[in-house]
């Protein structure tokens, strides 16, 4: 299915649009790269993610839309009192992945 880049323009909009709702004044949103974006925050916002999401997936524009998560909190270092960026992002970016993997086998043709 190819929705065009118009289509896949206004997706990440929509996407940037639910993290930085999700996030408000709670967090920071970057976005990494073409259709990749990390939120970060002191507290969770893996609930308000989900809700944002849950929200905007039930609104068909056009095409179906549906966003991979991956979820990871800062655990300090036991040599240093500062969390590692790069393991926190590691483990985040395997939990996206899986969840990825999770989102195409639910909505594969053959499951629809």
């Not at 095409?63 to 990871?72: Q, S």
């Not at 970016?93 to 989102?103: H, I, P, Q, V």
């Amino acid at each position: 299915e190819h929705y065009g880049h118009e289509k896949g323009d206004e997706a990440i909009i929509r996407c940037a649009q639910v993290f930085l709702r999700a996030a408000g004044k709670k967090g920071t949103v970057y976005r990494t790269g073409g259709d990749e974006f990390m939120c970060m925050s002191d507290v969770s916002l893996e609930e308000d993610i989900k809700r944002e999401l849950e929200i905007e997936t039930q609104s068909y524009q056009g095409y179906p839309f549906f966003v991979a998560i991956g979820f990871a909190n800062a655990d300090t270092n036991l040599d240093s009192d500062s969390p590692d960026i790069k393991q926190i992002i590691t483990r985040a970016d395997k939990a996206m992945y899986e969840n990825k993997l999770t989102l195409k086998a639910k909505h594969s043709p053959q499951n629809r």
